[in-house]
């Protein structure tokens, strides 16, 4: 663990029962922290139950209130969220759920962005547009919040290099790179493309992607 990562720790743990839309259940302990550099209420749901010695399996999920609860069919959100909680269910893991909205730039920002795509910029240039970051995201909090779970090596379930590149610069083992599933449908492929073009996204997109 790199000894520079500022240290934070558990505020609280609690049991709670999540489930689904489509009816799939899975019990979470959901962690809340003390000491985390962005000040943000950040929530780790420990997952499963690994076997010892075991790689425990680990998904950074950034908010986003309209895939994740308003089941919005322009981004692959809401699937993402529902297939890590299942696959590290199984496995043995943790889920960081992180509010980050909009790859960081906030809701409302998000949503003068979606006006800017509807307009014919792809989800960065419209970001840029706006004279924000294509993707604003720190995943600084994120380390501090599994050092703290003692989560130290893992396997990371993203298709994104950026949250790998940024974990292994802060002192944590990313054993593996785990795929997430391709969500692509009429309505977000154009939104998947352009985040394997744009951010070297690991997405086989289907044909309809041509």
């Not at 558990?10 to 489930?19: A, F, G, H, K, M």
């Not at 985040?195 to 086989?204: L, M, N, P, S, Y």
């Amino acid at each position: 663990m790199d000894t520079t990562l500022t240290k934070a720790t558990v505020r609280t743990r609690v049991d709670i029962p999540l489930r689904f839309a489509d009816g799939f259940e899975a019990a979470a302990e959901v962690y809340t922290f003390e000491g985390l550099v962005d000040g943000r209420e950040h929530l780790a749901l420990v997952l499963g139950d690994p076997a010892p010695d075991a790689v425990p399996l680990v998904r950074m999920h950034s908010e986003c209130l309209t895939g994740d609860v308003f089941g919005s069919a322009r981004c692959d959100c809401g699937p993402q969220l529902r297939e890590a909680v299942e696959r590290i269910a199984e496995r043995g893991g943790v889920l960081l759920y992180l509010r980050q909205e909009g790859r960081g730039i906030g809701l409302y920002n998000k949503l003068d962005a979606y006006a800017l795509q509807d307009a014919g910029l792809d989800t960065y240039e419209a970001n840029t547009a706006l004279g924000l970051p294509e993707d604003g995201r720190d995943y600084t909090a994120a380390a501090q919040m599994l050092a703290a779970l003692g989560v130290e090596s893992f396997d990371l379930l993203t298709n994104n290099p950026d949250k790998v590149r940024q974990l292994r610069d802060l002192g944590l083992t990313v054993a593996e790179t785990v795929g997430t599933g391709v969500f692509a449908t009429d309505a977000n492929v154009r939104y998947l493309k352009a985040k394997v073009e744009r951010t070297g996204h690991d997405i086989a997109l289907p044909a309809l992607a041509a």
